[in-house]
């Protein structure tokens, strides 16, 4: 018997996978992804903060709960405490993005 295949999307493009030091400073800034890029940030140890600038809103991620990032949409993450996560890029909308 196959596995049938995956619902949706797969992604284009992966980040490594980074922890709470090798986590780069422009990720714990302010930035966006591109028009008509989507990300799924997957964090896959710890915790986690995904600020979002606009419109305003703050969610703690976990390997439960992976965050959705809209196309051009400013935002930036805050490790919290010793954590493993990557980011999957699409260019249209994930299927099962958000837990």
């Not at 400073?25 to 940030?41: Q, Y």
């Not at 260019?91 to 099962?96: G, L, Q």
Request: aromatic share 8%; charged share 25%; proline share 16%.
């Amino acid at each position: 018997m196959s596995t049938p295949p995956p619902e949706g999307p797969l992604p284009y493009k992966c980040t490594p996978v980074f922890d709470e030091n090798t986590l780069p400073a422009t990720l714990r800034k302010e930035h966006r992804t591109k028009p008509g890029v989507w990300g799924v940030i997957r964090v896959l140890d710890g915790r986690l903060r995904y600020q979002v600038l606009d419109p305003a809103s703050e969610t703690i991620l976990d390997p439960d709960c992976p965050g959705l990032v809209l196309p051009d949409q400013p935002h930036f993450v805050e490790p919290l405490g010793p954590m493993r996560m990557q980011v999957e890029f699409y260019d249209r909308m994930p299927v099962h993005a958000a837990g």
